[in-house]
């Protein structure tokens, strides 16, 4: 194997592909695996369920160095809660926690290589998790299906938390998708790689994954900041010159936000590389299995012998550190792949912010003085100069400054390994060195952000003046660096690695970076890009994602675009309502403008059609605070007037039928019958549908309005008025809506009786008939026929004049409407309603000549002449003014009518008007 070939190996990030399946599986309930030997490392681990949630990531190697309030363990977290107040930060708990104290027991072997029921691996909930998996890889997405569950977790989360404090809630949001992204990883690993559902699922185990690592982004961030904000008018003294360096960067990071929340970005990144190290870790090998360089040592050991005899290619002749670069000679290809994958896990580890746990590798595996040379980054600190009765340890490294150009020196020398480079670079803030081995977009940003603190740390410590000693100066291009963080971004912009150019156009990359920034605006204009293109569709995870950030930058009060942040609210109300997630829908439609939000939930409405579902609906909205009387009558008023057809002209046709149309207006009536205190409204609205029904004679779907409408609804109306203590009349607009409905209430009954009268006026008892040639028994049981025919008769005529009667007293009740007539108000200091008055004079004109023409016609038929005649009065009369309703041609047509009567009276010797001729 020659150099280049092994400078070719992967990044050290994990990636898929160079990851088998079958490590990936054991990689999902793996512990940390080290092999059995000093020098055969393989790997970290990674996180299962962790024990509390994550507020913010172990820090990076500056940050150690800034903390001089843990001694073993330090953190930027211990210099910004000093004093009594709460810290900015929680520590996180360490990922690979395991590590160290398996590295430095005596028996580390058997502790790492632990019986599945001694590492816990076995547990009640394996063979749940392998049951879920399957059902789960028998959907057509099974990815989708793992996580439908997401949608109302969320809303259950924020209402938990909707009175305690955001960033329990933020950090809840995290372990949700969490627990999801290791239930996708379960199911990715059952499944058949190649199909479309596997890269379905692996496409929602990123999108998860990358949500999970924003909301740890966010609460990160934005903690800091609202800490700084409550802040801002405390002063932070500056550091004498005779302070330390560890001192002076303390204050630093006290009083500099962009340094702090820089160096938050930095440990978030790591956090990241954290979680993926496990499977990275699972194929790392070393030849070498008890000495380090052993392949080397071996043949020159036989190459001493005697009886050694070949051709012997060139090696170095001794084993000290620096003797390859020193010689320019190869070690044995065996351990030089060893140093290979050596390095490349150290830098690994450097990425994941493992400084120590890097170390304790480097001398378990024989190398102490790599180990020495990771060391040298810590901060001078001599607690003795400010006084004390006891002398106290002095910390960190005098002659860092040379340590550092060392570091920076090695980094740029090509004879090392690129890995090697690499890990000097990131130690000394060597960009250029550092970038080449980051191919991701999280490794880019965190080489840049990390040379961003470490360039303005030493420019800190320069310009206060404690670097009296160096012997070596840095470049002056990584000193005078003028680093910010949009400069950060419009670097990753000119990168010329294709795939983090393609990464940065990610979704939640996007968001991640505006987040970084600050840039609440440009976030907003993001989305609104996003939700105007329409296609492809956003994801609905993505969405969801979207409103509930919307919701937490409004928890924190922050100035957001208030139409971009409803364009999103109605875009994820919508996915939810095409998921059928009934229950959410109200809360989050609450979260829009008042009038919107009506309009929105009762769109929605329109399409729920069981009446227990329509209840729950309801009471949900009553949950959420909307304004449920002004939602149920909108969804009426909405289904109501789709329909423009105008009323047509009456004639003695058939009824029109009813359409599907018509059978929506008459359900939706419904919503408005659920509360009694709507009453009044279902009045009015079924009133509306009625007069249309009534005007397109549409008499039946009429009726079954009428019927929607329960009996005791007047007695309702009048109950709830007095109940609120009013003593003055019903409001004009609800009595005139009561008489109307009576008015209806009237002409339906009328209507009904008409067609009962006509039924039976058109089947009367048929007259039985006897052949000329019937026999005796034919005979007799004919005459038995007529007799029940007369009585048929009899029944027939009794029952006909009692249905004449009242289909006549149901008309002239339509016809002599008390208080002014059919289908007029009596209050007329009604609030003007211009649609319901046009409609109500055209019914008048429509339906009282109908009305008219059919008494005449049932009195005529009944040969009840000189009451039709009587028609003539009530028509002409003054009182009613019924004739203004009627048309010039139905006038004309009336009086046909009324003159066919007469001419039957005068033959009945009778005068015209029906009354006896005197002589």
Known sequence: MNMERCDELLSPVVRDTEVTRAARRRSTNKKVFFPSSPCEVSGASTTPARPQLLNRTPGSLLKHSFTPLIKRHPDVSAILSTGGKSPRYSQTPARLGNLSTNLDDS??????????????????????????????????????????????????????????????????????????????????????????????????????????????????????????????????????????????????????????????????????????????????????????WENTLHTLKQRRTPSHAGFSRPLVTELDPDAPVRQKLPLADLDREDDIRMLKYLFTLIRAGMTEEAQRLCKRCGQ?????????????????????????????????????????????????????????AALSGNLKQLLPVCDSWEDTVWAYFRVLVDTLVEQEICSSGTALHQLEELPREYLEANWTLERVFEELKATEKKRVL????????????????????????????????????????????????????????????????????????????????????????????????????????????????????????????????????????????????????????????????????????????FDPSQRAEALKQSNAIMRKFLGSKKHEAAKEVFAKIPEDSMREIYKQWEAQGMDIPLPAEDQNAIREHLCIRAYLEAHEAFNEWFKHMNSPPQKPTLSSQAKFTETVAHEMKEKEYELDCRNWKGRLEALTDDVRDRIYNVLLFVDGGWMVDVREDAEADPERSHQMTLLRRLCLPMMAFLLHSVLHSTEQHQECLRLADIVSSEQQKLYQVFSKEELRKFLRKLRESSLLLLDKDLDPLGYEIQS
């Open 502 to 673: 393609e990464e940065t156009k990610e979704h939640y990359h996007v968001i991640q970076k505006f987040v970084i920034l600050g840039d609440l605006d440009g976030l907003m204009e993001e989305f609104s890009d996003w939700l105007s293109h329409g296609k492809p569709a956003l994801p609905s995870h993505l969405l969801r994602f979207m409103t509930h950030l919307i919701l937490f930058f409004r928890s924190l009060g922050m100035q957001i675009k208030e139409e971009i942040s409803v364009d999103i609210l109605k875009t994820y109300i919508q996915v939810l309502v095409n998921k059928k997630h009934t229950d959410l829908i109200a809360f989050y439609v609450s979260h829009l403008p008042a009038d919107m939000a009506i309009a929105q939930y009762s769109e929605f409405l329109e399409c729920v059609t069981e009446t227990d579902q329509r209840k729950h609906c309801l009471e949900l909205a009553k949950e959420a605070g909307l304004d449920v009387a002004a939602v149920t009558k909108t969804v009426v008023e909405n289904i109501r007037k789709r329909d423009a057809d105008d009323f047509s002209h009456h004639d003695l046709a058939l009824d029109s039928g009813t359409s599907e149309e018509d059978l929506r207006k008459i359900d939706v009536i419904d919503w408005l019958v």
């Open 107 to 292: 028996d580390w072997t058997n502790t790492l290589y632990l019986s599945p029921q001694q590492s816990g691996l076995v547990d009640s909930s394996f063979t749940e998790d392998v049951t879920m998996s399957a059902v789960m890889l028998k959907e057509d997405d099974p990815g989708e299906a793992a996580s439908f569950s997401m949608f109302p977790e969320f809303l259950q989360s924020y209402l938990r938390h909707s009175s305690s404090a955001i960033f329990d809630l933020i950090e809840e949001y995290e372990t949700i998708c969490e627990e999801q992204v290791g239930m996708l990883k379960k199911i990715v690993t059952r499944a058949t790689p190649g199909q479309q559902k596997f890269s379905q699922t692996a496409s929602m185990l990123w999108l998860l994954q990358q949500e999970m690592v924003t909301w740890r982004l966010l609460t990160s961030l934005y903690r800091d900041r609202i800490q700084s904000a409550l802040e801002d008018d405390v002063m932070i003294d500056a550091a004498a010159p005779s302070e330390s360096e560890k001192v002076i960067v303390e204050n630093l990071f006290q009083r500099d936000s962009l340094v702090r929340q820089s160096q938050i970005v930095v440990d978030w990144l790591e956090t990241i590389a954290k979680d993926e190290i496990g499977d990275f870790s699972d194929n790392i090998e070393f030849y070498a299995k008890s000495v380090y």
């Open 368 to 424: 102490a003085w790599r180990a020495a040379t990771l060391e040298g980054w810590k901060l001078y600190h001599d607690p003795n100069i400010s006084g004390g009765v006891e002398l106290q340890p002095v910390e960190g490294n005098p002659h860092r400054c040379v340590w550092k150009t060392c570091c920076w020196r090695m980094a740029e020398d090509e004879q090392f390994n690129r890995y090697e480079r690499a890990i000097y």
